[in-house]
């Protein structure tokens, strides 16, 4: 191999090196393409539920009444003292034991969304039982349309046998884009039949950092 040759090939690895370590190009607000963090926030667009990622200055432009964005909260909840009986989940026809519902307000109704591999699947909700359940819990009454939701996690069981999650029933109001983290997370990593042990791991994880901020949000409003 003559000199000429070996200093093409060096060069050739160099170029190779430079793009297996090149950095993903950084996430930019969707309005003025400024870099955000890996943890910023959103609005949602109410019409097609579409998420859009915008910086923090960006965020205050959507507080308000805005006639086609909303800013979505970064607060979570635990709702420790909620009130459901089985014969009310069971009438909701959710066919997992994982949900979440939010008021659409272009439906003018609450929707129901579970997560599936294939994506978030919407399920015809009862209304009468979903008034039922904000009776017996009026905190749902109270939740921001479009931008939380309630999380209904009854997949315990399952979860406590695999990852060592806790086995009970849980129950958040969470904004809008954790739940749809939580769909993406389910999608990318579910295999086969039942799901495999990495996606459970990953909802115990998922659900174990929102317990964690809900604890951290509750010491801050002690102090």
């Not at 019409?47 to 432009?61: G, I, N, P, S, Y």
């Not at 979505?72 to 989940?89: C, E, G, H, K, Y």
């Not at 939701?149 to 990852?163: C, D, K, M, P, T």
Request: aromatic fraction near 8%; proline fraction near 6%.
């Amino acid at each position: 191999m003559s000199a000429g040759e070996m200093d093409h090939r060096d060069d050739a690895f160099s170029v190779l090196r430079r793009f297996a370590t090149r950095r993903p190009a950084a996430e930019r607000c969707e309005f003025c393409s400024h870099v955000v963090a890996e943890e910023h926030q959103h609005v949602v667009e109410p019409a097609t539920r579409r998420l859009v990622c915008v910086c923090d200055a960006c965020a205050v432009l959507f507080s308000g009444d805005h006639p086609r964005y909303r800013r979505v909260p970064r607060s979570v909840r635990v709702l420790s003292n909620f009130q459901i009986t089985d014969a009310q989940w069971d009438s909701l026809l959710i066919p997992i034991g994982m949900a979440f519902f939010s008021h659409s307000s272009p439906a003018g109704r609450t929707v129901a969304l579970y997560p599936s591999p294939a994506g978030p699947t919407e399920s015809l909700l009862p209304l009468e039982t979903w008034q039922d359940i904000v009776r017996d819990n009026p905190v749902l009454a109270r939740m921001q349309p479009d931008v939380e939701a309630l999380v209904v996690n009854r997949l315990g069981a399952s979860q406590h046998e695999i990852s060592g999650a806790p086995a009970a029933s849980e129950y958040f109001i969470l904004p809008i884009d954790e739940c749809f983290k939580l769909v993406g997370l389910i999608r990318l990593h579910w295999k086969g039949l039942s799901g495999g042990v990495q996606v459970w791991g990953e909802m115990a994880r998922f659900f174990a950092a929102i317990r964690e901020r809900a604890g951290e949000a509750q010491e801050i409003r002690r102090a």
